[in-house]
T-cell receptor
C-alpha cells in the first residue's frame, strides 16, 4: 500500500460536462502520474507531474488537463467529457532513482460518459 | 509504434504447472524492466523487476529472465496457482527517460484448478 487514494471511485456523467478526478498521496512522493486503461490498449499515460506546478503531457493527453498545487494532490480534469473518455483511470506515484523507478498505483476510478 | 509488446492476449495453464509470460521491446535504450499484476477492479500491483545488468531475477515463485540481444523478457511462475489468475503487464524504462514507464498491453493469465 503506497498510501494512494482516488476519488471518486465511480462516476457517471453526461457528454459535455466537466469532470475532475482526484489523486491523493500521503508520502510526499515527487512524481505522480495519471493513466487510463482500456481493453486492447493496456495502460496509457495521460499526464504526469514532477513537482508542485510542474506537469507534462503523456501519450494520450488530448482532452485532459492536470493540476498540482500541493505535493499530495494531483487532479485530472476532463474539460468537456466525451464518450471516448469512458475508461478506468489510475493514478500512480514513483519510487526509486532515475531510470530505476517503480510505480505504485491507486485503486482506480471507473468513469462512464453517457 | 509499440515499444513494448505482449503478443499473447491470453494464456491458460493448469494449477501446479509453469506459466510463462512473454514480452518484447524495440527501444534499445530500455534498461530496466518491471512486471505488474492486475486483478479486476483493482489497481496494478508491482510484482518483480530486473535491471539490464542481470539476466535473471527471482522472487519466490516468480522469476524474470532478460535476453538483451533478443530484446525479450519473460516471467515464469512456478508452480502456478488459481490466485495467480490476473492480467500481467510488462513495463520498461530508460535511464534518463523522464521517470516514465512504457507498458505493454497485457496478458490475461487463467490458472485452472
Amino acid at each position: 500500500d503506497a498510501g494512494i487514494t482516488q476519488s471518486p471511485r465511480h462516476k457517471v456523467t453526461e457528454t459535455g460536462t466537466p469532470v475532475t478526478l482526484r489523486c491523493h498521496q500521503t508520502e510526499n512522493h515527487r512524481y505522480m502520474y495519471w493513466y487510463r486503461q482500456d481493453p486492447g490498449h493496456g495502460l496509457r499515460l495521460i499526464h504526469y507531474s514532477y513537482g508542485v506546478k510542474d506537469t507534462d503531457k503523456g501519450e494520450v493527453s488530448d482532452g485532459y488537463s492536470v493540476s498540482r498545487s500541493k505535493t499530495e494532490d494531483f487532479l485530472l480534469t476532463l474539460e468537456s467529457a466525451t464518450s471516448s473518455q469512458t475508461s478506468v483511470y489510475f493514478c500512480a506515484i514513483s519510487v526509486g532513482s532515475r531510470g530505476r523507478e517503480t510505480q505504485y498505483f491507486g485503486p482506480g476510478t471507473r468513469l462512464l460518459v453517457l | 509504434d509499440q515499444q513494448v509488446k505482449q503478443n499473447s492476449p491470453s494464456l491458460s495453464v493448469q494449477e501446479g504447472r509453469i506459466s510463462i509470460l512473454n514480452c518484447d521491446y524495440t527501444n534499445s535504450m530500455f534498461d530496466y524492466f518491471l512486471w505488474y499484476k492486475k486483478y479486476p477492479a483493482e489497481g496494478p500491483t508491482f510484482l518483480i523487476s530486473i535491471s539490464s545488468i542481470k539476466d535473471k531475477n527471482e522472487d519466490g515463485r516468480f522469476t524474470v529472465f532478460l535476453n538483451k540481444s533478443a530484446k525479450h523478457l519473460s516471467l515464469h511462475i512456478v508452480p502456478s496457482q488459481p490466485g495467480d489468475s490476473a492480467v500481467y503487464f510488462c513495463a520498461a524504462s530508460a535511464r534518463g527517460g523522464s521517470e516514465k514507464l512504457v507498458f505493454g498491453k497485457g496478458t490475461k493469465l487463467t490458472v485452472n484448478p
